[in-house]
């Protein structure tokens, strides 16, 4: 995805994005529902014009979709991942609303690297399953001084209930065949998508060194989202809920 022009190469960005929302919608058909019900609480709770962390922002799929529904909005996105960031940087030059903040969030001084003391909502979505529980749990406490009063914070992300495993795994089963069947008639999976990365001539550095920093695989943990739920209360947050569910992942919901 570079378009050369005699010996200079540039990366097209969008088409980069797009490529990985095409990759993360062959896991998560429910993707875009997801993200609508995220925004449709953004609104109703924090308004129009929101102050956003996209946490854990990878190539700033949130961060676009806040932007086209909330053009007054900012975001500042927050990740490690040097190959995503590329991406999300690239699409999103020359934007003002949007800042980008190299930070590990395994760090406990990492949101001394942001822009802003509070934010009116910090999302994220299929990303804080890198972390293990403990560490999530830190996470947490960390984020509710960072979320204004008033203010929410929303995790979509697998988050299986151990109290139903037949019905886990029927589920998986079901969702398994139907990527087959999408990856047989030509849809990039994870492993894929990378490949694609590390071969061109723009992201192969980046990718290196991205997975130089994480492996091949996330080795936290998938708490239920009641696990979710009470963890955010009990780190801060007044309230906290699932607000959405799809029969494999769920949208949970503080409000500080």
């Known amino acids: 995805m570079t378009e050369t022009s005699g010996a200079a190469t540039a990366a097209d960005w969008r088409a980069w994005q797009e490529s990985w929302d095409r990759q993360q ?17 953004v609104e109703a709770l924090v308004g129009p014009a929101p102050r956003v962390l996209d946490l854990a922002c990878g190539t700033g799929s949130i961060t676009d979709r806040l932007l086209k529904r909330f053009p007054e909005a900012v975001s500042t996105g927050v990740d490690l991942d040097p190959a995503l960031l590329a991406i999300a940087e690239g699409t999103f030059a020359g934007d003002e609303r949007v800042t980008f903040v190299t930070a590990d969030l395994k760090d406990p001084q990492w949101t001394a690297a942001l822009p802003y003391s509070s934010y009116d909502a910090v999302l994220t979505a299929t990303a804080l399953h890198w972390l293990h529980s403990g560490q999530l749990a830190a996470l947490y406490g960390q984020l509710a001084p960072l979320v204004r ?6 995790n979509a992300d697998h988050m299986p209930s151990e109290d139903t495993p037949r019905i886990n795994a029927a589920e998986r089963a079901h969702r398994h065949a139907a990527m087959d069947r999408a990856k047989t008639a030509g849809a990039l999976d994870w492993r894929a998508w990378w490949e694609l990365a590390a071969a061109d001539p723009v992201l192969a550095e980046p990718t290196a060194r991205r997975f130089a920093l994480y492996g091949e695989h996330a080795d936290g943990d998938t708490p239920s989202a009641e696990w979710h739920a009470r963890t955010l209360r009990e780190k801060g947050f007044a309230e906290a809920r699932p607000v959405w569910c799809s029969p494999s992942d769920s949208l949970v919901l503080g409000l500080r």
Not at 25 to 41: G, I, K
């Open 149 to 154: 009063e008033g203010g929410v914070f929303m």
């Open 25 to 41: 919608e062959w896991y998560l058909p429910d993707r875009e529902e997801r993200f609508r019900v995220m925004l449709d609480m």
